[in-house]
């Protein structure tokens, strides 16, 4: 019997970190052993979710298991979109030049500012007072 072909790839978003397993099926995807439907209510996260079938018109094509920590909603959806991304490109390396011209390929560097001493935040100040 032929063993079926899986891609896994990991993907980077602020604080988020997702770990996806890619194999050839029906389109059913799994979050934290969630479906997808149940895990991700925002429609903006989803859509981004989408993003890299929707460019190559793979979208019922595969099956994913994905494995999210870290991280808010946004962040998640960022890193699983990275790490479906980054999937595709070993399923099919020609995917690649549509891909990174979308912007999905490279890691998305903007994360949170640290807070610094003396201050309220990253960049916000206590309010100064004259007198």
């Known amino acids: ?19 996806t397993w890619l194999k ?29 079938f929707d460019l190559t018109h793979t979208r019922d094509s595969f099956d994913l298991m994905i494995r999210v920590m870290g991280g808010g909603i946004t962040g998640q959806a960022g890193a699983i979109r990275h790490s ?13 030049p549509a891909l990174k011209k979308a912007g999905f390929v490279k890691r998305d560097p903007r994360s949170k500012e640290r807070k610094k001493y003396g201050q309220k935040a990253a960049r916000a100040r206590f309010q100064f007072s004259k007198r």
Not at 5 to 17: D, H, L
Not at 33 to 49: F, H, N
Not at 84 to 96: E, G, H, K, W, Y
């Open 1 to 19: 019997m032929e063993k079926e072909q899986t891609f896994y790839a990991t993907g980077r978003r602020k604080c988020a970190v997702a770990r």
């Open 84 to 96: 479906i991304t980054r999937a595709l490109m070993l399923f099919n390396p020609d995917f690649r």
């Open 24 to 52: 050839p099926g029906t389109g059913r995807i799994t979050i934290n052993d969630v479906p997808m439907e149940d895990y991700i209510t925002v429609e903006s996260a989803k859509a981004l979710l989408f993003q890299p």
